[in-house]
């Protein structure tokens, strides 16, 4: 069983940057693939970004490539997400998610654990 804690989250202005940071429990963390996701009202759970265990494979969604960058600190069980170049359209609650697997899944199926998901807010 691994407990995700996501935190970071907040009110920025367009062009911003945040730093979200999810806490995970467990012995085991390094063994998980982890990933976030983010889910904007009225609007599916979609990927954002995945990491490898190793963190040697890393997959980014089209829409965010070149403005945020997923991150993994094994020694502190905790995943990042910068987030940098901010758009209205980035306004959604984010998920962190766990996999036990070895694939770097960019679809919500293939997570096993969830955080609570952190509120992010982008003003125009």
């Known amino acids: 069983q691994v407990q995700l804690v996501e935190s970071g989250g907040g009110l920025v202005q367009a062009g911003g940057s945040l730093r979200l940071s999810c806490a995970a429990s467990?012995?085991?963390?390094?063994?998980?693939?982890m990933g976030w996701f983010r889910q904007a009202p009225g609007k599916e759970r979609e990927f954002v970004a995945a990491?490898?265990?190793?963190?040697?494979?890393?997959n980014y969604a089209d829409s965010v490539k070149g403005r945020f960058t997923i991150s993994r600190d094994n020694a502190k069980n905790t995943v990042y997400l910068q987030m940098n170049s901010l758009k209205p359209e980035d306004t959604a609650v984010y998920y962190c998610a766990a996999d036990r697997g070895v694939v770097v899944s960019t679809t919500p199926a293939g997570y096993d654990y969830w955080g609570q998901g952190t509120q992010v807010t982008v003003s125009s």
């Open positions: 990491i490898s265990w190793s963190g040697g494979s890393i």
């Open positions: 467990g012995r085991t963390f390094s063994h998980y693939v």
